[in-house]
């Protein structure tokens, strides 16, 4: 696969990525590598990387726990301490080795280590190849808010190696197609269509449409690197889906990224239908097939309450208004639309119905 060109750093795939990694290395004269992994990367995908790596420079390894709930300042705090005890300086360099949770919050300390040295993302889940490690957006979140506390830095490259995915659980696949199926909805009606029968869903094809969801992103980010306008776009199904996502990070329950985005995009399309921006038949076709894929979740009264309040916190809110990204039919968006509480409350009757 052709690597794509993104603002500032290059995206590559598969074998191809290994040999532009060596040739950074090089070319940078990195006086150390750290490498951050949680506890399932370490495990399953660090024996394939770290051979590699083409280097005699000093390679120390980074072990975190794995779960969104350590994406937050403590556990920055931690990993900046041991930069510093392992005499990290501004010629080191961090490689992000893990999903969106490794990349999202090693992104943050490569930028914000002696006022930021660099970085390679090194996605292996799906979640990650297709949406968190794209679009320079790093951060952590505060206490359930997620994202909350961030900066925008590109890494100096993006490997992309499929292979990875061999390692992950089904649920974790079908966390990560959220996001593509997001791609199809906003941008691309035609790619949307590939997932329309889920039952003859080819995976022979599955790392031509990975490259795909990759372009679409990187297509949107191009043009606007520091969201304030079409990059607002990728945030549909998020509004909600991030709220409820937030809602049930410390239950007994928690839900995966994609799969309440998946939740928050049949109710962001519910609220584009009634906003007249998305026909009915449109709506329960995203309905139906984001149906098929994921399990529907039960939310209560109190639930529901809950994650309106969460709402007032989103970081894409302006001037004290919840701002959503909604469907103006599929393949289209509109940004900055405000939604009425009853709305909000009326799309979780009809998930729920």
């Known amino acids: 696969m052709q690597s794509i060109e993104a603002n500032g750093y ?3 795939f598969n074998e191809k990525g290994y040999d532009e990694i060596n040739q950074i290395i090089i070319q940078n004269n990195y006086s150390s590598i750290f490498i951050l992994v949680d506890e399932h990367t370490n495990e399953h995908c660090l024996s394939k990387f770290l051979p590699s790596l083409a280097t005699e420079i000093s390679i ?3 072990e975190i726990e794995a779960g969104e709930e350590i994406k937050n300042i403590k556990t920055c705090v931690e990993i900046w301490s041991i930069l510093s005890e392992l005499r990290a300086d501004r010629k080191s360099v ?3 080795l893990g999903g969106g949770v490794i990349t999202d919050i090693g992104g943050f300390i490569a930028s914000t280590f002696k006022r930021g040295i660099d970085f390679i ?8 190849m297709v949406d968190a490690s794209l679009g320079g957006k790093n951060g952590v979140d505060l206490g359930n808010l997620k994202n909350q506390i961030g900066v925008i830095n590109v890494p100096q490259m993006l490997l992309i190696d499929t292979d990875f995915l061999e390692t992950l659980s089904q649920r974790e696949m079908r966390s990560g197609l959220a ?3 997001k791609h199809g909805l906003i941008y691309d009606k035609k790619y949307w269509k590939e997932f329309q029968d889920i039952s003859k869903f080819d995976f022979a094809d599955f790392d031509t449409l990975i490259y795909r969801s990759i372009q679409i992103k990187n297509e949107i980010v191009k043009q606007d690197p520091t969201e304030n306008g079409i990059r607002k776009a990728l945030n ?3 509004t909600l889906g991030h709220a409820i996502e937030s809602h049930f ?3 007994e329950t928690p839900l995966l990224h994609g799969e309440a985005i998946a939740i928050g995009m049949i109710l962001e399309s519910y609220i584009s239908k009634e906003k007249g921006l998305l026909s009915n038949e449109e709506f329960h076709q995203i309905k139906y097939t984001i149906s098929t894929i994921y399990e529907l979740h039960n939310f209560s009264d109190e639930d529901i309450i809950s994650i309106q309040n969460l709402l007032i916190h989103d970081k894409k809110n302006e001037y004290g208004k919840v701002q959503f990204a909604l469907i103006n039919g599929i393949g289209k968006i509109i940004i900055n639309q405000s939604v009425e509480n009853e709305l909000i409350i009326n799309s979780f009757k009809d998930y729920k119905s």
Do not use: A, K, Q, R
Request: aromatic fraction near 8%; avoid cysteine.
């Open 10 to 12: 290059s995206i590559y």
């Open 60 to 62: 120390e390894i980074i």
């Open 94 to 96: 961090i490689i992000n």
């Open 121 to 128: 993302n090194v996605p292996t889940t799906l979640l990650g």
């Open 179 to 181: 996001e593509m199926l």
């Open 236 to 238: 549909f199904g998020h």
């Open 249 to 251: 990070l410390e239950s």
